[in-house]
Structures are given as structure tokens and as C-alpha cells.
């Protein structure tokens, strides 16, 4: 095989691979996210709170689960019940 042969099919590779990136770019959202929601344009990516807004339900969630979930990122947590 001439260099020039190995040249085209190396092209060709880098092309399907930058378009396979692309598209799981445009696809994917983090792994927090439910499905169908989208981190949007602000700065730190925080997903809506409570189970509704998670990926997979919990096997048990209280208030205390859901007031810690509703203060995340503040700086304090939530007094306990």
C-alpha cells in the first residue's frame, strides 16, 4: 500500500471519528439529569431538585433528603428534623 493510500484511508478515519464525537456531544447530558432535562446555559450545571428531576428514583426519600437536595449548592446544609 502506497503512502498516499494510507493518507486517504487516515483522512477517513478522522473524519468518522470527529463525526461520531459531534453527535455524542449534541446527545449527551450529565449523568445527574433526567432524561428529557437539559443543564441549560448557566455556569454550574445543577439539575432540578427533588426525585423528579433525577435520572433513577431513590429507593427512599424524606423531607430531610429533600431539603438537602433543594440547598445543594449553598454553602450550609439544612438544619435536621
Request: hydrophobic share 35%; no cysteine.
Amino acid at each position: 500500500m502506497s503512502i498516499l493510500h494510507w493518507g486517504v484511508a487516515a483522512a477517513a478515519g478522522y473524519a468518522i471519528y470527529r463525526a461520531v464525537q459531534k453527535k455524542n456531544a449534541e446527545t449527551a447530558t450529565p449523568a445527574a439529569f433526567a432524561p428529557g432535562e437539559t443543564p441549560g446555559e448557566n455556569f454550574s450545571k445543577v439539575r432540578s431538585a427533588g426525585t423528579a428531576g433525577m435520572r433513577s428514583d431513590p429507593p427512599k426519600w424524606d423531607k430531610q433528603d429533600q431539603a438537602i437536595d433543594e440547598s445543594f449548592p449553598a454553602s450550609d446544609p439544612p438544619a435536621t428534623y
